[in-house]
């Protein structure tokens, strides 16, 4: 996981991105035209569910007609349905399941990529007006199983407690507080994640499909496509992403707006980084963001904590925490002032916090918290601690204790759910996390850092009925609440409370692995679709 953000300057390049359009795999290919995008002229950091990597820049519009051939004996095989039944407290569940893909194309007919999806359709339901949410991770490179297995779906993996281990059983549990009692469900894996993969060796369309805007506008053909296919063009349409879901999310549902003709009634963003800005470079606004969250880490450790407990270092940080932080170093008794504050709300050695004048990226927060014990904290929870590998080195040289042993049990759950029940058998591998697609990914280069608040704004403006529901985990330094909250605050008044809404649990980025976090969030989903 990318322990720190950093961004790179250079001389802007707009490249025009070829479009695609999808096919289902029991139509036949043709071609299909569709609006054209532009690739995104910024390079932030790497995403929150993925490893740091920096990528090529996105290539000239092209036809992947060459070297399709090779790829073709690995497609994905034909869709899997199955009928299944959920056992659950006060009632049972019968639901259609299908594992399978949608093809893409160019705009000449020649494949590009299988995309993979996960769905669950409620038996009996009358469609037009059943809703249906769409919902991936981010990373970039990550597969939609965190969401499935963890949240939202019909079977529920426990990422808590002794479950949190490497060599934890992979066995699935009916989930009770599946979203299936209120929305039909359709899990996404971009390209390169689950078992989505390419179907053309083009190197260009390689690097569309792993930039900001390329994967934005295959997303959105995906649900379009299977809404064709499933006929739910009728149906009430919501949108849920997590991590880099923040920024993937609103950019989806506006090229949904404008470019799809589909209409989105809600979107829903989980533990969301919605500008990369804040967390950059000489930002002083990512000690703004992550300071409540480093707070709520240390009182922690003597009780439980909710965001209530945290008003007066909310308070201090959009106040004179930011004032001191702009008057700088050359302001030496405001800089004692700040480094002293910061390290009575969180608990770190007054003499480090002097050291580092007040100012803690998140790695330098990891490990100071606990040094003294040889011990680093989490970046997804860092109410989770672990043993720091080389607690002698002057480098960091540890991963995250509160996501890396989570990797195997999800994986072996998601093969085993998908070939076993689903009946859905691909060959190759499965892939949770792909750390080559993080590397990969090309998020433009430029002066202004990927974002999604533009489209954000663009979309909320476009639809009054349309919906934002936020949710994070206390403690978590991936994507810090209060960023957020920073940003929310800034939207213009036609978007209202009535259609926005943060909230915040204890927790860590995947806040739902706690049982009261994730049935309070469920709630205040359900809330939004009814």
């Not at 909710?306 to 930011?322: G, I, K, M, P, Q």
């Not at 792909?434 to 974002?451: C, H, Q």
Request: charged fraction near 20%; charge should be neutral.
């Amino acid at each position: 996981m990318a322990n720190s953000f950093a961004t790179r300057l250079a001389a802007a390049l707009l490249v025009a991105c070829l479009v695609t359009a999808a096919r289902a795999d029991d139509e036949t290919p043709q071609p299909q035209p569709s609006p054209s995008a532009q690739t995104s002229s910024t390079q932030p950091p790497s995403g929150q569910k993925g490893r740091a990597g920096r990528g090529g820049e996105a290539g000239p519009n092209a036809s992947a007609s060459a070297n399709t051939s090779t790829a073709e004996p690995h497609r994905l095989p034909p869709d899997s349905t199955t009928k299944q039944s959920l056992a659950l407290p006060g009632r049972t569940l019968a639901f259609t399941a299908t594992a399978g893909s949608i093809r893409v194309f160019d705009d000449k007919g020649e494949p590009l990529a299988d995309i993979a999806y996960t769905s669950y359709q409620l038996d009996g339901a009358d469609k037009a007006n059943r809703p249906v949410t769409f919902l991936f991770n981010g990373g970039p490179g990550s597969a939609s199983a965190w969401l499935q297995f963890g949240n939202v779906g019909p079977w529920r993996l426990s990422f808590d407690g002794e479950a949190a281990v490497s060599s934890a059983s992979p066995e699935l549990s009916p989930n009770a507080d599946t979203w299936l009692d209120f929305t039909d469900l359709v899990f996404i894996d971009p390209v390169g994640t689950g078992y989505s993969r390419f179907v053309t060796t083009a190197e260009d369309v390689r690097k569309r499909f792993f930039s900001v805007d390329g994967d934005v506008n295959s997303v959105a053909l995906v649900i379009r496509r299977w809404l064709e296919k499933y006929d739910r063009l009728p149906s009430p349409k919501y949108v849920a992403g997590e991590s880099y879901g923040g920024i993937r999310g609103p950019k989806v549902v506006h090229n949904l707006q404008m470019q799809q003709g589909v209409g989105v009634r809600g979107l829903v963003l989980i533990s969301p980084v919605l500008d990369f800005r804040d967390y950059s470079g000489s930002s002083i606004l990512q000690y703004v963001a992550s300071l409540p969250t480093m707070t709520a880490v240390a009182r922690q450790a003597k009780g439980p904590v909710t965001r209530e407990n945290l008003a007066d270092v909310e308070a201090y940080a959009r106040s004179d925490f930011l004032l001191d932080l702009v008057k700088g170093q050359a302001d030496a008794e405001a800089t004692t002032r700040l480094a002293d504050k910061v390290a009575s709300f969180t608990g770190i050695d007054q003499a480090v916090s002097r050291r580092l004048v007040g100012r803690f990226d998140i790695g330098e927060f990891r490990r100071e918290f606990d040094r003294k014990n040889g011990k680093v904290t989490g970046r997804y929870d860092a109410s989770v601690e672990g043993f720091d590998p080389y607690p002698d080195s002057s480098y960091f040289h540890f991963g995250d204790p509160s996501g890396d042993p989570l990797m195997a049990p999800l994986t072996s759950a998601a093969v085993d759910l998908t070939t076993r029940k689903l009946n859905w058998r691909p060959d190759g591998s499965y892939q949770l996390l792909s750390e080559s697609v993080n590397k990969a990914w090309d998020f433009g280069r430029g002066t202004a850092p990927a974002e999604s608040v533009t489209q954000l704004r663009q979309a909320l403006a476009l639809d009054p009925k349309l919906k934002l529901l936020i949710g994070h985990g206390l403690f978590d330094l991936a994507t810090p609440y209060f960023a957020s909250k920073i940003i929310l605050d800034q939207l213009p008044a036609f978007v209202g409370r009535d259609r926005t809404k943060l909230v915040v649990y204890p927790g860590g980025h995947m806040f739902y692995s706690r049982d009261g976090s994730r049935q309070a969030f469920r709630k205040e989903v359900e809330a939004l679709m009814k």
